[in-house]
């Protein structure tokens, strides 16, 4: 009697756990399949506006943008609004303004799971919320035709030849190579070096720079001091911070170096 009650025991045991496995598996499962990270962004505005997400443009989709699947991590995210009091309708054409007003520039922190939705109002101001992913709220979500939802996979992994720039800065892209170009002529135009800063000062927040671009403009510079005030001030636009330590090549003094690093130490955007 007592072995069967023992061995009946067992059984229900064994079933429950089998039944709680099931279901963490299930749940493992589910996460794995639906859980990713989303970004939508939509613009209330009459004025047109462009969205630059770690140097690259986002395709705007009457007046809403998603990308799906973004790794987690920290992400530059730049919004521009579109200058009535440029031509090519609102759009500059020189380095400084080719993208128009910027409005928004952050370092935007994406979590695992979670959807980030950000409003730009009637006057141009910019609302972010944040929120895990319930597709009670999502269920159109991959049913407007986005092409930054569709592409992003090759962005992640570094594939998109076209902007030759991986999702997931795998390559440091920063200015593209054109422009770049442009801008160093423009500073080495200049004789002096704080009209360098001043003209800098008015191009580098309307762009993201890699730390080897900072490096290649702080060599223009004549005097230390003046390159050690560059690269703290580039530093907010750099795209790659990682990889910041390529610009103390351009110092003579060990003391500017540790300067620089003590600054980035206390950084926040």
């Known amino acids: 009697m007592w072995l069967e009650y023992i061995s009946e025991t067992k059984e229900v045991s064994m079933n429950k756990i089998s039944t709680l496995i099931s279901i963490l598996v299930f749940n493992f499962i589910a996460i794995a399949a639906g859980a990713q990270s989303r970004l939508s962004i939509t613009s209330l505005s009459t004025t047109p506006v462009r969205v630059m997400i770690d140097g690259r443009e986002m395709q705007n ?48 922190n994406i979590r695992y799971g979670t959807h980030t939705d950000i409003i730009i109002n009637r ?33 992640n992994n570094g594939k998109d030849n076209r902007n030759n720039d991986g999702w997931n800065n795998d390559r440091n892209y920063g200015m593209n190579a054109n422009a770049f170009q442009q801008l160093k002529q423009q500073v080495k135009n200049e004789s002096f070096d704080n009209k360098r800063l001043d003209l800098l000062r008015s191009v580098l927040p309307q762009n993201t720079i890699s730390s080897q671009q900072v490096k290649d403009l702080a060599m223009l510079f004549d005097f230390e001091r003046n390159k050690l005030d560059l690269a703290k001030f580039a530093y907010r636009y750099t795209i790659d911070r990682g990889n910041y330590f390529v610009v103390n090549d351009v110092f003579d003094f060990g003391n500017s170096k540790t300067e620089l690093t003590q600054y980035i130490a206390g950084y926040r955007d």
């Open 123 to 155: 006057f141009g101001k910019v609302f972010v919320d944040e929120q895990d992913i319930d597709h009670r709220y999502d269920q159109d979500w991959n049913s407007n035709g986005d092409r930054n939802n569709r592409d992003n996979d090759n962005w």
């Open 61 to 108: 989709n009457n007046n809403e943008i998603r990308v799906g699947n973004l790794s987690q991590g920290f992400h530059r995210l730049q919004i521009y609004a579109a200058d009535r009091n440029n031509d090519n309708r609102g759009w500059g054409r020189n380095v400084s303004n080719r993208y128009g007003r910027m409005i928004y520039n952050t370092n935007l």
